[in-house]
């Protein structure tokens, strides 16, 4: 997945080779993911989110809601 703040760079989570996975996803009735724990990048925009029923919540006290 592209990383939601529009910086352009992509967030590979599921393809981490010899590790055991690190997040969690359920999917709801409709389908729609939901990822634990937040997604927090370390290096590049230092993005902090989670991803809810598809929508990414993002972990700011300006917290605004984007549909992914
Ligand atoms: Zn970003």
């Given at each position: 997945m592209l990383c939601p703040c529009g910086c352009g760079d992509s967030i590979e989570?599921?393809?981490?080779?010899?590790?055991?996975?690190r997040w969690t996803i359920h999917a709801d009735a409709k389908n729609r993911p939901t990822l634990h724990p937040s997604i927090w990048r370390q290096?590049?925009?230092?993005s902090h989110f989670w991803l809810k029923s598809g929508r990414v919540v993002w972990c700011r006290p300006e917290s605004q809601v984007n549909r992914f």
């Amino acid at each position: 997945m592209l990383c939601p703040c529009g910086c352009g760079d992509s967030i590979e989570l599921m393809v981490m080779k010899g590790v055991a996975p690190r997040w969690t996803i359920h999917a709801d009735a409709k389908n729609r993911p939901t990822l634990h724990p937040s997604i927090w990048r370390q290096s590049g925009c230092g993005s902090h989110f989670w991803l809810k029923s598809g929508r990414v919540v993002w972990c700011r006290p300006e917290s605004q809601v984007n549909r992914f």
